[in-house]
């Protein structure tokens, strides 16, 4: 099976770019508008940047009318947004806040989550979320889609806090990810949580390029 996208239609009931890039982390935003309303939102194209500083980016696409998501206007005009890890015992939250709430709405409110305050952040964090990050909104990058939905918006932030509940910790200073199950996309309407860990070390690593591993500058 072979297609060109743009150019010829897809074969297949479901679009196998949907399900290829997978598993993909939710990028679980929460953010405040100017006028004070909380907003909470997944977007599945979310991913780490670097380390040194540590950054992020997720995309976002305009809805099908034009108009742009809330996530984004509220991160440019306060300066901040922050991730909020999704985890299978919060995926019904999750699921509820991705619909497409009038502005105004408090999707904090709708998903029956607790809002929590951050330290530098003026938006709230889940407090049921096992982990968060502050981020410092850094640039917004427009790229055009064939189509007003198309259109995908790529926010880049610097993450300025970092919050991780002590009982997620392993006794040796690791997430314990099979504990947390965290929530990841598989495309269409499909979901997996992550419940088994494997390691596996580059050989020779050593030096910086571990350091670079694990995360350290």
């Known amino acids: ?26 990028g679980w935003i929460s953010t405040v508008s100017r006028g004070g ?3 909470l939102a997944p977007y599945s194209q979310w991913q780490n940047l670097t380390f040194d500083p540590p950054m992020v980016m997720f995309a976002a696409n305009l809805y099908s009318d034009g108009r742009r998501k809330h996530t984004v206007i509220n991160a440019e005009e306060t300066g901040w947004f922050v991730w909020n890890m999704a985890t299978y015992d ?3 939250a999750v699921n ?11 999707e904090f409110v709708k998903a029956g989550v607790t809002p929590e305050a951050c330290i530098e952040a003026p938006g709230p964090r889940v407090a049921e979320s096992p982990a968060h990050f502050e981020c410092r909104h850094l640039s917004t990058h427009r ?5 007003p939905h198309g259109w995908v918006e790529v926010v880049y932030g610097e993450v300025v806090h970092i919050h991780v509940k002590d009982e997620v910790l392993t006794a040796e200073g690791k997430l314990d990810i099979p ?12 979901y997996t949580s992550v419940t088994e860990v494997f390691e596996m070390r580059v050989p020779g ?3 910086a390029a571990q350091a670079g ?3 350290k500058a």
């Open 205 to 207: 690593a050593s030096g």
């Open 90 to 92: 919060l995926r019904e």
């Open 213 to 215: 591993l694990e995360g």
């Open 1 to 26: 099976m072979h297609y060109a996208p743009g150019r010829e239609a897809c074969p297949l009931p479901f679009s196998p770019f949907k399900s290829c890039t997978v598993p993909r982390p939710i």
């Open 37 to 39: 309303v909380a907003n």
């Open 179 to 190: 504990r947390i199950r965290p929530l990841a996309r598989l495309g269409y309407y499909d």
């Open 143 to 147: 790229l055009r889609g064939n189509s």
């Open 96 to 106: 509820i806040s991705a619909a497409e709430w009038p502005e105004g709405v408090d």
